[in-house]
């Protein structure tokens, strides 16, 4: 049975109580916030002008594991071997080839390509809406502004949940 419950409705007395920060902005060209990682460093100062001042579209290769971004070419400033190490939700990787793939739901627990970036988690929502063709940009972030998105978040998720157990929504 579905709920009926006034508040459940979209024009009931919930519209327009839930905070917008709860609200994803789903667009088929958001720019997602990203943290610098692993071997950022090792990219050229070229390579991180292009990974941060371009587009990367989402090729049909893409599934629940990782979503994989056709764009400019990127390269390290080392031919050094990546040694495999932890990765998450939201990793992006340097593939060979000079291109990026980002690591989804289904991902992998570790990987032995380049991790250059990891999507801060408040925009992994949007990210995960994305679908072939759909292009994508990063902006870097810190982890102080993203670890304040995140708290911000789950303090407004809280108040919602408290308001639909009670009814009451202020």
Same mark, same amino acid.
């Given at each position: 049975?579905?709920?009926?419950?006034?508040?459940?409705?979209?024009?009931?007395?919930? %519209?327009?109580?839930? #905070? *917008?920060?709860?609200? *994803?902005?789903?667009? *088929?060209? *958001?720019?997602?916030?990203?943290?610098?990682?692993?071997?950022? $460093?090792?990219?050229?100062? $070229?390579?991180?002008?292009?990974?941060?001042?371009? $587009?990367?579209? !989402?090729?049909?290769?893409?599934?629940?594991? /990782?979503?994989? !971004?056709?764009? &400019?070419?990127? @390269? @390290?400033?080392?031919?050094? $071997?990546?040694?495999?190490?932890?990765?998450?939700?939201?990793?992006?990787?340097? !593939? &060979?080839? /000079?291109?990026?793939?980002?690591?989804? %739901?289904?991902?992998?627990?570790?990987?032995?390509?380049?991790?250059?970036?990891?999507?801060?988690? #408040?925009?992994? &929502?949007?990210? #995960?809406?994305?679908? &072939? /063709?759909?292009?994508?940009?990063?902006?870097?972030?810190d982890n102080a502004a993203a670890e304040l998105t995140a708290l911000e978040f789950?303090?407004?998720?809280?108040?919602?949940?408290?308001? #639909?157990?009670?009814?009451?929504?202020?």
């Open positions: 049975m579905f709920n009926t419950h006034p508040a459940a409705l979209p024009n009931g007395p919930a %519209a327009g109580i839930v #905070a *917008p920060s709860l609200l *994803p902005k789903y667009t *088929p060209r *958001p720019t997602v916030r990203v943290i610098p990682c692993g071997e950022f $460093e090792q990219l050229s100062d $070229e390579s991180k002008d292009r990974f941060l001042g371009s $587009e990367f579209e !989402l090729t049909s290769q893409s599934d629940r594991m /990782g979503y994989r !971004l056709k764009g &400019p070419e990127l @390269r @390290r400033t080392t031919s050094d $071997e990546t040694v495999s190490a932890a990765v998450t939700f939201g990793t992006i990787q340097l !593939l &060979p080839s /000079g291109q990026l793939i980002m690591l989804m %739901a289904d991902h992998q627990t570790s990987g032995g390509y380049p991790r250059i970036a990891t999507v801060i988690s #408040a925009d992994l &929502p949007v990210a #995960a809406q994305l679908g &072939p /063709g759909d292009r994508i940009s990063f902006r870097v972030t789950d303090r407004e998720l809280r108040k919602l949940s408290i308001a #639909a157990f009670f009814g009451k929504f202020w």
